[in-house]
């Protein structure tokens, strides 16, 4: 009696598990039937590989230019650096243009002659210069009639000359440079009727401010003579120069 009160039980327990059986088919358990606790979390899993590069991103808009700094402070001069090798010599440049005419270069000079005046009073003491004071030529003005001297102003050899006309008394002088005796001459004269002549000439080398002149030697033999048909002269000229600071003087 009782089994037979258990058969619709039975029953119905057999078509709720075959609706269950097809609901649980392939792991499909209801939502309603997981009613359990969350589970422990799980270990961190592997790194994963890296991924492409992106794509370029757009490019911005131009920002508005900014203000001007301010100059900063100079900075320590550096060390000198290595001297470089010497470059490959240039090509020659073009020929300039021709120069204009320069000057002519002239070379110095220094001439006189001067000669005795007739009458002219000689001196009578040994060591006075004799003043040959009739100017035949003097462009330069070395020559002092005043003082008898010829004063060098350009520096290099000089010719001297003297001639004298010797009458009514022996004759002799000297040729001076600076105070000192650089050629004597010397003339007899014996009352000849006539006048006789003495002629001497020296090369001297001179620089600027050297002196030359003609001195009496003997007070007694003092027969320079000068008359219309006669002279006594002294005369002086440069050879050649010593400033070699031209191409004309070299």
Request: some cysteine; glycine content about 14%; hydrophobic content about 30%.
């Amino acid at each position: 009696m009782t089994s037979l009160r258990l058969l619709p039980l039975l029953h119905s327990l057999l078509i709720l598990q075959v609706h269950l059986s097809s609901q649980l088919e392939d792991n499909k358990i209801p939502a309603s039937l997981c009613t359990g606790h969350p589970g422990t979390p799980g270990s961190p899993g592997v790194h994963g590989s890296p991924g492409q590069p992106g794509r370029d991103g757009r490019d911005g808009r131009d920002a508005a230019a900014g203000e001007k700094g301010q100059k900063g402070d100079r900075g320590e001069a550096g060390e000198t650096g290595v001297r470089g090798l010497t470059g490959d010599s240039g090509d020659p440049g073009q020929k300039g243009e021709r120069g204009e005419p320069g000057e002519c270069a002239v070379a110095p000079k220094s001439a006189f002659s001067a000669k005795l005046s007739q009458g002219h009073t000689l001196p009578l003491n040994v060591g006075d210069a004799v003043h040959f004071d009739t100017i035949m030529l003097n462009e330069q003005g070395d020559y002092n009639k005043e003082t008898g001297r010829f004063t060098c102003k350009v520096p290099g050899v000089y010719y001297f000359a003297v001639h004298a006309t010797v009458y009514r008394a022996s004759l002799q002088f000297d040729l001076m440079k600076n105070g000192h005796v650089v050629a004597s001459y010397f003339q007899f004269y014996g009352n000849w009727p006539k006048p006789a002549s003495l002629s001497g000439g020296s090369l001297l080398h001179l620089v600027p401010g050297d002196q030359v002149w003609v001195q009496m030697a003997l007070s007694e033999y003092n027969g320079f003579y000068s008359s219309t048909k006669t002279d006594s002269t002294f005369s002086g000229f440069l050879v050649y120069s010593d400033w070699k600071n031209s191409a004309v003087f070299a």
